[in-house]
């Protein structure tokens, strides 16, 4: 009876306990904004070759979706519970089953941002001499950057959820802070912990938002497709006009 008075009794929340707890509350968002961090670059490093390699060679791509594919859709509760007795508690389980859930986002939408590249473009770098590396890496990768880091957003936003999750084997930043407002019926703790896992999504992604303008300038106004067009026809050999014949 008495905890009852007094869960009735307490403000939902108490702006005293989050001045008490600020080093705590800080602490735990560089933890989730770590495991975040972590996770996006883990997964791009291991999406992206196996996306330009389902690029290059399409008979790959069926496969190494469907088994990512399968990863995606186990449940993550599930898959950190079967990693416990290899890994045990602690960051390589997060970080594995993190990675997991990144892999079909990358890989997709790299895949697609490579197959949205116009034809003509690249033809323009051939007809300027470039190789298919350089056609890559100088033409295919910049013009495939917006929906590249369209699915780096995703991923990243999806990873600000989850990482709360991982909270159940020992860690999970802002996430720790839900689940112990919930273990001792807290309201505060679990609202510090939920609205701040939100900001920080919203947050992750205008900062990726930002790198993209940053980095595509021109993808407004199609500026270097046509730069790379102009470039192309100026350095062809102009056809060689002769007269007819006289009046």
Same mark, same amino acid.
């Given at each position: 009876?008495?905890? #009852? ?10 702006w &005293?306990?989050?001045? &008490?707890?600020? &080093?705590e509350?800080?602490a735990?968002? $560089? ?8 996770? #996006? ?11 330009? #390699? ?7 791509y ?6 990512? =594919?399968?990863?995606?859709?186990i ?13 045990? /508690? ?5 970080? %594995?089953? /993190? ?8 890989i997709r939408?790299?895949?697609a941002?490579? &197959? ?5 473009a ?12 350089? %056609? #890559?890496?100088r ?11 369209? =699915? ?9 959820? $989850?990482?709360?999750?991982?909270? !159940?084997?020992? !860690? ?20 510090? =912990?939920?609205? $701040?896992s ?6 992750v992604?205008?900062? /990726?938002l930002?790198v993209?303008?940053? !980095? ?23 056809p ?8």
């Open positions: 009876m008495t905890e #009852l008075l007094r869960l009735a009794t307490e403000p939902l929340v108490r &005293d306990w989050i001045g &008490d707890h600020l &080093d509350i800080w735990r968002t $560089l933890e989730h904004l770590q495991l975040t961090g972590l996770t #996006l670059v883990i997964g791009f490093a291991i999406s992206f070759p196996l996306a330009l #390699l389902a690029h290059r060679h399409r008979r790959l069926p496969p190494i979706t469907w088994v990512t =594919g399968v990863l995606y859709t449940p993550s509760l599930a898959l950190f519970v079967t990693l416990l007795p290899f890994t045990g /508690l602690g960051t390589t389980t997060a970080l %594995i089953g /993190l990675v997991a859930y990144t892999l079909l986002i990358f939408n790299t895949v941002g490579l &197959d949205g590249v116009p034809e003509d690249k033809e323009a770098a051939r007809g300027m001499g470039y190789t298919q590396r350089q %056609i #890559l890496w033409v295919e990768l910049p013009l495939a950057l917006p929906v590249i880091i369209a =699915g780096v957003r995703i991923a990243a936003v999806t990873t600000v959820g $989850l990482v709360t999750i991982t909270a !159940l084997i020992g !860690l999970g930043g802002l996430g720790h802070l839900i689940l112990e407002g919930l273990q001792l019926f807290f309201s505060t703790a679990t609202i510090v =912990g939920a609205v $701040l939100v900001a920080l999504a919203l947050a992604d205008a900062a /990726l930002g993209q303008k940053l !980095l595509t300038p021109w993808a407004r106004s199609g500026g270097r497709l046509r730069r790379i067009q102009a470039q192309a026809r100026s350095q062809m050999p102009q060689v006009v002769t007269g007819g014949g006289g009046a």
